[in-house]
């Protein structure tokens, strides 16, 4: 069971913890930004976040993730904040999880698993499902420990679907047997996932076949990617505000004038996007390397607008998307700072600045859209 089992009736309480490098971009794991989204993260997973601990030396003892004394600190800060989970800003191994839990009393998760639990919970569409549980064997297998704790929840949400898997009581199986079935389940996975890229591929085929361009939607998670798609096309895409909202492609048909094109909405990005959920998101996100254009949605209102745009970039060379011709667009201009939206502007000249939500500068996103694919 989850961590929310032991405490029905109020949200589960975590803490952060995060080794802090002294040089890197700023945005590493352990800055202000990425602790401010693993705190977005952590409550879009049913959690709340009491207090981080950060080690601001770079040499932590690779044992415990943290040095020594960050780890009895963090345990004391665990014990105030009556926490019932410990989330660390990076990817452990499974012994640092180990001896972490060991030594503070608490159960301890890393950013992965937290981002695959909130992947787990979105997944609607059984194509969703299929790849994020494919997902979420690839980050278990290595890390079985035989009492099946691996396998469950990390937040206050209802347990993931899966395999059943989280449901088995400690010891019920023996980890040979737990490998064995969690591989042969993943192969039979790979087998749906790869019908499922046939069938995307014919789609795509025939769209291409009837010279009908595409545009991708794509951008940061939360950047107001489905909002836009239905402010462009009337559709009712779900638009919420947690991260990873959309995890199925949604694709819509759009008619101006004598051009028709289709628009598909899809799978938001993050920094250090677990690779595991790219290698199994694969067929979802090659609708974006095999579209016409990508509409890139930026949340105009983030501070950090500029690195999200480069996570992005970084993702879509990742899936062989570098190439595709990129329309940038500057969405939540109603409420993010005029000064700062111009200097977005000035930095990407070719952005669209538009509002989802009022419906500014929609109508030019619009012309932008059919000049850009008339054009093609
Ligand atoms: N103020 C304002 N809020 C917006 C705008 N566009 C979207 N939002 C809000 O931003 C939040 C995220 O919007 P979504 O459309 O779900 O974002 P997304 O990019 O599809 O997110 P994921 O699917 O989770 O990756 C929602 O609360 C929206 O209401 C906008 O132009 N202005
Ligand atoms: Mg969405």
Known sequence: MGAGAATAGRRPTAVLVAVHPEDGDGSGPGSETSLAELTRLADTDGLTVAEAVVQNRTRPDPATYVGSGKVDEL??????????????????????????????GVRVVDRTALILDIFAEHARTSEGRVQVELAQIAYQLPRLRGDGRALSRVGGGRMAGGAGMGVRGPGE????????????????????????????????????????????????????????????????????????????????????????????????????????????FRSTLEEVSGSDLVLHVVDAAAPDALEQITTVHGVLHEIGAGDVPE??????????????????????????????????????????????????
Not at 78 to 89: Q, T
Not at 231 to 255: M, Y
Not at 260 to 280: E, I, K, W
Request: charged share 30%.
């Open 75 to 104: 345990a004391a800060v665990a014990e105030r904040a009556h926490a019932d989970v410990v989330i660390a800003d990076g990817e452990l191994s499974p012994g640092q999880v180990r001896n972490l839990e060991e030594r503070t």
């Open 173 to 280: 199986m023996k980890l040979e047997t737990q490998r064995r079935r969690l591989r042969q389940r993943a192969t039979r996975l790979r087998g749906n996932v790869r019908e499922l890229a046939r069938r995307r591929e014919r789609n795509r085929g025939r769209r291409a076949r009837n010279q009908v361009p595409s545009v991708a939607v794509t951008g940061y998670t939360n950047a107001g990617k489905s909002a836009l798609l239905n402010r462009l096309t009337g559709a009712d895409a779900e638009v919420q505000d947690v991260l990873f909202a959309t995890l199925d492609p949604t694709v819509r048909r759009i008619s101006t004038g004598d051009l028709t094109y289709t628009v598909t909405d899809t799978v938001g990005f993050v920094r250090h996007l677990p690779h595991q959920l790219v290698d199994a």
């Open 327 to 376: 329309l940038l667009v500057l969405n939540k201009i109603d409420v993010a700072p005029a000064g700062w939206v111009d200097a977005l502007c000035r930095a990407c000249p070719e952005a669209v600045p538009v509002s989802a939500l009022t419906g500014e500068g929609v109508e030019r996103l619009r012309a932008e859209l059919a000049a850009r694919l008339g054009r093609r």
